[in-house]
């Protein structure tokens, strides 16, 4: 278990009520052993979620025009920046603040307070909301900052095959669970906020250059992009090379994207299969189909072991269209047939695949 606590820097002075304000409290545990040790990368991965929230958040609040390159100001990284107060190590039990040591009225908030209040509803928006994208927007109506806060709760959050649990909290006196069952709902949310100037793309990083031009190409379900990065992300960049990874960038045309910071490229365990093409339609899924992807010889190896898929392409993009049709052919093997035809164990398959798929009109196959 890891338990870290975030403390603000402040004076004595000042009550209980003001230092729940500024804290901010972070729990990682494994599930299997609540005493076993976490990966150090995994908790740098959640610290910098939560930082990059908060720079994001503070920002807007200080009134800052969103930029979609380039850094965040010096006021926003000194005032919002993290500090460590206490940590528990084992599993992660951590207590930390930010360096804000701006003084204001007793019944007034800090910039600071302001920030992590904000960060603690879109949280709690992720965690309960049903449009997470509208809520958010209308917390931070500039739709590319909503986005990008969007895109950091979605870094921040476990899934249901992660590991370990996560609480969170925001200037709260107890921290709360993030429910995994909401990453599939944050994702699509990712969806509905179209930002012209940036864009996701999932795939495997095949080729890098570190000549002047620094670039490295990304194979995906949409084809390949080429991505530009700056010097400074070298070295994150050549230690994904080979992995399945997310990124997210400014659009420079059709296949072009420019990276602007590390936080912009992020390896990821699994593919997430959003959504299925049956009798002709594109069907969102309720929860995604995660797909392990492998590279040997020159292929892609795609599988799921819950809904027995496998194929083999030599590109992502013709691999996902054929996990497509497996699982258009588990649809009408399954689902189209009439279940009091099927043994005990089929019903118990066919049942876990319509449960992937929201019950609208006639994509429900035989009743």
């Known amino acids: ?18 230092k729940n304000k500024k804290k901010i409290d972070i729990i990682i545990k494994s599930e299997k052993d609540p005493n076993a040790p976490i990966p150090a990368l995994i908790v740098a991965e959640k610290f910098e979620s939560i930082q990059n929230l908060l720079f994001v958040i503070g920002d807007f609040i200080e009134g800052n025009k969103y930029r979609t390159g380039g850094d965040f100001p010096n006021s926003v990284k000194e005032r919002y920046t993290l500090v460590v107060r206490n940590l528990k190590m084992g599993s992660i ?28 509803e879109v949280v709690h928006i ?10 958010i927007s209308e917390k931070i109506p500039e739709e590319p900052r909503a986005y990008r ?12 095959q992660t590991p ?10 107890k921290p709360f669970h993030l429910d995994p069952l909401r990453k599939p ?22 080729q890098l250059r570190v000549d002047k031009k620094r670039e490295c190409k990304i ?16 070295k994150t960049v050549i230690t994904n090379v080979g992995n399945l990874v997310s990124v997210i960038g400014r659009l420079k045309d059709n296949r072009s994207i420019e990276l602007t910071s590390d936080s912009a490229i992020e390896k990821i365990p699994h593919f997430p299969l959003m959504q299925v093409t049956i009798k002709g339609r594109q069907i969102p899924l309720s929860q995604p189909i995660f797909l392990e992807i492998q590279y040997e010889d020159d292929e892609y190896i795609v599988s799921n072991d819950v809904f027995h898929l496998l194929v ?10 054929s996990i497509d049709e497996e699982f258009a052919e588990l649809w009408n093997e399954y689902v189209e047939f009439d279940p009091k035809t099927l043994t005990k164990d089929a019903v118990e398959f066919r049942a876990k695949i319509i449960s992937l798929l929201d019950k609208e009109g006639d994509i429900i196959g035989y009743a």
Request: charged fraction near 25%.
């Open 93 to 120: 039990d951590a207590n930390l603040g930010i360096a804000d040591t701006q003084q204001v009225l007793p019944e007034f908030d800090t910039l600071g307070e302001q920030a992590i209040t904000l960060t603690n």
């Open 219 to 234: 194979d995906t379900p949409e084809g390949e992009f080429t991505c530009k990065y700056r010097p400074e992300m070298e």
């Open 164 to 173: 370990y649990s996560v609480q969170i909290g925001l200037g709260q006196i």
């Open 149 to 160: 806060v969007i895109w950091e709760l979605n870094h921040l959050w476990p899934d249901v």
């Open 185 to 206: 709902v944050i994702q699509r949310a990712l969806h509905k906020i179209p930002e012209p100037t940036e864009k996701t793309i999932v795939g495997r990083l095949v």
């Open 312 to 321: 083999t392409s030599q590109s992502l993009k013709d691999a996902l269209k």
């Open 126 to 135: 992720a965690q309960n909301d049903v449009d997470i994208a509208g809520s």
């Open 1 to 18: 278990m890891i338990e870290i606590r975030f403390s603000p820097l402040i004076d004595e002075e000042n009550t209980m009520l003001s």
